[in-house]
């Protein structure tokens, strides 16, 4: 499998304007030279599978990936079948991306029973992988079983899994059964710094991937006032998280965000932007990136405000993005 997705930036396709944008962005993105090309599932949005695929028959080269999908939503085997039938469409451009989502959604508001989420993880990998692989496959664990299944067609390559995580426990998961971790928006270096020391140690070959909010433009205050909304409703989000304590930022920091409902974007300052987002003139974008690097990150995949002219700013990402990611780091 081409592996640029591993260490050439790519973007995220995101927002509830997708489905009727997505062939378009996606065309533009591979033009625009990124390597990969992700489509986040957040419920109650536009699913995931349906994106990839219309992305993937529009492009050649751009990998698609899928950042994240879980297991309870849809039963691992099903991940498997749908997994493959991606791959068949983008042959050797698929990468996996799988998490446990949270108890809200799964549990709360679609009454989806969520028990063991690291545990389940691990056994979603399994049998993924090994159906995959081709397996006939008997599977007893905790919380999934599969009784002689076997996927009727399996992709002639394998298909790279990521975990995208963040604690302590679930981060040294994702380095003893997979190939990387895709880190969540408001990842920042020395978030980067801990998921390489704590997933990536002693692995000669580990991705470390991130969602990284990113707006680039001749006016550097305009490109900065752009991403003060989204960082404020993923602050509020994520309030109390230790991704943002590897950001110095505590609960004390964070607290209003979370009190706001993500309506607190005038309360996102500088320090706040430069922590945790590369916003601002292509100069300066180009030297917030080579904090990221520094810190170990294999490649960043770009999410940008919302707007009217996205391929105007997706190009216009791309010509920053894609070239001080090229530079000698």
């Known amino acids: 499998m081409d592996t640029r997705w591993a260490s050439s930036p790519g973007i995220a396709l ?100 969520f028990k063991a989420p690291l545990g389940g993880l691990r056994e979603c990998v399994e049998i993924v992988r090994r159906l995959l692989a081709g397996e006939r496959l008997t599977f007893r664990g905790e919380t999934f079983t599969v009784d002689d299944v076997a996927l009727e067609w399996r992709p002639p390559e394998a298909v790279p899994v990521l975990l995208g995580v963040k604690g302590p426990k679930a981060l040294r998961l994702a380095g003893e059964i997979t190939d990387g971790v895709l880190c969540s928006v408001l990842a920042s270096p020395g978030h980067v710094r801990r998921v390489r020391q704590t997933a990536g140690a002693g692995r000669a070959t580990f991705a470390v991937l991130a969602y990284v909010i990113m707006a680039v433009s001749p006016d550097g205050p305009a490109a900065r006032a752009a991403v003060r909304p989204l960082i404020a409703r993923y602050l509020g989000a994520l309030h109390g998280q230790s991704i943002l304590l ?84």
């Open 14 to 113: 995101m927002g509830a304007e997708v489905p009727s944008r997505v062939t378009a962005w996606a065309r533009a993105a591979e033009r625009a030279g990124f390597g990969s090309a992700w489509i986040i599932e957040d419920y109650f949005q536009p699913g995931a599978y349906a994106l990839a695929a219309a992305a993937a028959a529009v492009t050649e080269r751009i990998a698609i990936g899928l950042g994240v999908v879980n297991p309870y939503t849809r039963h691992p085997a099903l991940l498997a079948m749908e997994t493959a039938a991606l791959a068949g469409i983008a042959a050797g451009r698929v990468v996996l991306g799988l998490g446990s989502s949270n108890r809200r959604w799964i549990e709360a508001q679609m009454g989806i029973p």
């Open 246 to 329: 590897d950001a110095g930022l505590g609960p004390d920091r964070t607290q209003p965000f979370r009190e706001a409902r993500g309506r607190a974007a005038h309360l996102v300052d500088d320090e706040l932007i430069d922590a945790l987002a590369v916003a601002g003139t292509p100069e300066h974008c180009r030297r917030q990136l080579a904090r990221w690097a520094e810190a170990g990150l294999d490649a960043p995949i770009a999410v940008l405000p919302r707007g009217a002219d996205m391929i105007e700013r997706l190009t216009r990402c791309a010509e920053t993005l894609v070239d001080a990611w090229r530079e000698p780091r």
